[in-house]
Structure formats: C-alpha cells, structure tokens
C-alpha cells in the first residue's frame, strides 16, 4: 500500500478555493451596500430626467438654431417608471447576485473577465491614466480606500480566468470536457 499523495489530485482545488473567496467577498459587498440608507430613484429620477430633457433641447438648439422648436422626431423624455429601489440597493442585489452564480460556478470565466477588466479600469482611473465619467466614480472610491484588496480580488480573477471554475461547479459539469470511451 503506498502512502504516496498524486500531485495532481489536488490541483483542481485552487480554482475551488479562489471562486469560493470571490464569492464570498462579492456577497459581503452586497450586504454592505444593502445597509446603507440612500434616497429611492423616485426621488432620484425626475432631476435625472430634466438633465436628460436639457441634453436634448441643447441638441436640438444646435441642429436647428433658428427655431426654438425641438426637431421632428425627438419626443420630450417622460419620468420615469419608479421601482422604489435606490442605486445602491441595485448594485447590492446584484453583487449578491454574482456572488451567488460564482459560488455555483456558473459563468466563471465570464465573471472572472468582468472582475479583472473592472480592476483594471478602477486603477487607471485612479491613478489618472483614463478620464472616469462619474458612473465609474464608486469604482474610484473603492480603489482608492483599499488598493491592495482591489488588485487583490482582480489578481485572482485573472487566475479564475485562466483556470475555470475547478472541480464542483456548474461550468465543468455542464461545458467540461467529456470522456469518450472507444470501442473494441
């Protein structure tokens, strides 16, 4: 009887452990931003819209100086519908919601992209190398209140990327690669 370890018995555990690590962390994100009291979008949307209006009708003055009328076709922007969430209630369902898939191991590959192109953005506009429009401003934020932990979490992205969702997941079940046995 040998008491050797096969080294590749273990090797398919990594990917195991770095998506779980991501999971948890993108669930811990959710809650945290779930507990923060912001307004709805009901009291968010209508100053939205009139910026929206105010774009248009800056368009439109531009297209057609000589009338104060809009231009044909461009329909003035109505409220719109309220849902009663905020922005951050959003994006906390959401980071639940990909933390609940990459624990499964569904899509990991794709989520894995996604993180690491997000890192990647956070650090460039953080440090000044891209213009950051303001939907990227929390991203900013995030980088710059802890640094290491975003290069961190896109460091290990990029290894899920590379690697797969590893052994228990949906994507090796459903997308792995299948054994043919040949016949005699």
């Known amino acids: 009887m040998s008491t050797e370890v096969q080294p590749r018995q273990f090797s398919n555990v990594a990917p195991f452990i770095l998506r779980l690590a991501v999971a948890g962390i ?19 949307a209508p100053a939205a819209a009139q910026q929206v209006q105010g774009a248009i009708d800056t368009v439109n003055q531009a297209v057609n100086p000589q009338s104060a009328e809009p231009v044909e076709g461009a329909a003035p922007v109505s409220e719109p519908a309220s849902t009663g969430l905020t ?40 440090n000044g190398v891209i213009a950051c429009p303001e939907q990227c401003s929390r991203l900013v934020e995030m980088y710059n209140s802890n640094p290491l932990a975003m290069l961190l979490v896109g460091a290990v992205c990029l290894s899920l990327l590379i690697s797969g969702s590893g052994p228990l997941g949906l994507d090796r079940l459903l997308f792995g690669r299948k054994i043919v046995k040949a016949e005699e």
Do not use: C, H, K, M
């Not at 959710?30 to 009291?43: C, D, H, K």
């Not at 990909?98 to 894995?112: D, E, P, S």
């Open 26 to 44: 993108f669930v811990f994100a959710g809650s945290r931003t779930l507990s923060v009291n912001q307004p709805t979008l009901a009291e968010v």
């Open 87 to 126: 922005w951050d209630q959003i994006t906390g369902y959401g980071e639940w919601g990909i933390g609940l898939v990459l624990l499964v191991g569904f899509f990991t590959r794709l989520l894995a992209l996604s993180g690491v192109s997000l890192t990647a953005i956070s650090a460039l506009a953080a």
